[in-house]
C-alpha cells in the first residue's frame, strides 16, 4: 500500500510539473483551442484561404498558434506535419485544403471544399507558373495538403513546393483521405 501511494504521488508531481514546464515555456503545446480566432476575409474574389485574426482577440496569431515559424536553410518555413484532430480544427476554421493527388482520385473522393493541385503537374511547372496557380490563394492563409495516407508522399512534397513560394502556413495531414473519411468527416465526390 506504501509503494501505491509514492507511485501516485509520484505521478502527481510528474503531470504537475509537466503543466507548469508547457505553460511557461513561450513554445507550450496550446490545452484548448481558442475558439473564432480566425474569420475569412471576403473583401477580394481573389483570397481564398485567406485568414485574418478577429479584431477584439488581441491574445494570440494565426501562426503563433499552429506554426513554429522557423526557416531552413533555404530560407523558407518548413511544413509542419499535423495529426487528424488539428486537421479537422482547422477544416472548421475554413482553412484550405489541397488534395496532391490525380484529378481522377480526387474526383473519385476528396475532402469536402478541397481544391485539386496535382503533385505532379505542378511540379514540372516552372516558378513563375508555379505562382501563377498559387496567386489567387492568400499567402497568410493556412493551407492543408494530404494525400491518399499511409505511404503516399506526395503530399509531403507538394506542401514543400507551395511553401518554397513564400507561404509560410503550409502543413502536411499525413492521415490522409482514407483516414478523413475513416473518421466520419466531411468530403466530397464528383
Known sequence: MKIAKQIIGILVISVAAAFIANGINPKGIPLF???????????????????????????SKPNQLF???KKNKQGFIEPENISLGLAKQLFDRRALFIDARTKEEYDTLHVKGAINLPYHDFYGKSIPEKTEVMKKYGKSGIIVVYCNGGTCDISIDLAYEIAKLGYNNVSIYKGGIKEWESAGNPVERR
Open 33 to 59: 483551442m481558442e475558439k473564432n480566432i480566425y474569420k475569412q476575409d471576403t473583401t477580394s474574389k481573389n483570397n481564398i484561404g485567406e485568414f485574418i485574426n478577429d479584431p477584439f482577440d488581441t491574445t
Open 67 to 69: 506554426f513554429s515559424g
